[in-house]
């Protein structure tokens, strides 16, 4: 949908996604997104966003006056894994222009002492957003030693850690839980077309794959309810079929009821 250091039209992304066309975080109701935006005049607002090392970049949440709170845009980015939401980070140039930088994955957040609008000294909220890309593909091949319940405990539980490093290890593995959660859950069998994995991994598991139904780009933690175990046909489908819209509903419906079963 979008290519890392592309240049896009701020309005034409709206005009695509929806969403509030001004400010830092912009969350539209009909697509499961949260479009951020960084700049570098956020600074005369108590900004303070930055890269600290190639992969992880600290997001300044929304707020101008005051501390800020876990509410709206900035609960949106916490809460994106578990709400099955992408986040895809842009840069502000000039003249409403923006470049693409990727998506990211919310691996935790801090707070630091930052002077708001009217330059009172406030408590901000610093996502620490990770590219997507840094956490490891969703590569089939590792047998599931836990049970299915063990399983999709681990899938669900939120990041942590004490630094970050920790943390992105940790998001690593919440990664790696979805994928093998989903595929215990499926037990060999795709959930789009109901058919057995076409063949077996040399490690004797069936092969199917891990697909984000509402995602833009596989890979990443997830709500387990937003991911389903396909075959390699039914996956190219739902990314590249003509049906592709009908396959990822009716695999939401599937999995949906097969969550409830298990949420009872
Ligand atoms: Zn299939
Ligand atoms: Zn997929």
Avoid at 254 to 261: I, L, P, S
Wanted: net charge positive; hydrophobic share 35%.
């Amino acid at each position: 949908m979008f290519t890392p250091g592309q240049l896009y039209e701020r309005a034409a992304i709206h005009e695509r996604l929806g969403g509030q066309q001004r400010g830092g975080i912009s969350t539209p109701r009909g697509a499961p997104v949260a479009l951020l935006f960084t700049s570098k005049t956020g600074a005369a607002y108590g900004y303070h966003d930055r890269w600290i090392d190639d992969q992880v970049f600290l997001f300044t949440g929304a707020g101008q006056v005051g501390d800020m709170r876990f509410v709206r845009g900035n609960a949106a980015i916490r809460d994106h894994a578990r709400d099955g939401k992408d986040l895809l980070l842009f840069e502000q140039m000039d003249g409403g222009v923006c470049r693409f930088v990727g998506q990211m994955v919310s691996i935790g957040h801090r707070f630091e002492r930052l002077p708001d609008r009217d330059g009172n000294v406030r408590r901000a909220i610093l996502f620490e957003l990770a590219r997507l890309e840094s956490l490891g593909s969703d590569r089939p091949g590792h047998r599931a030693s836990a049970d299915l319940a063990e399983l999709r405990r681990r899938a669900l539980a939120a990041p942590d850690g004490e630094d970050l490093t920790a943390r992105l290890q940790t998001v690593r593995e919440r990664s790696r839980d979805v994928r093998r959660y989903v595929l215990a859950r499926a037990g060999g069998v795709c959930e789009a077309c109901d058919k057995p994995a076409p063949f077996e991994t040399a490690e004797g598991e069936p092969f199917l794959e891990a697909h984000h139904i509402r995602r833009l780009s596989d890979g990443g933690p997830d709500n387990p309810r937003w991911v389903a175990a396909v075959c390699p046909n039914c996956h190219r489908r739902a990314h590249y079929g003509v049906d592709a819209v009908e396959v990822n509903g009716k695999l939401s419906k599937v999995v949906r009821a097969k969550e409830a079963g298990f949420e009872a």
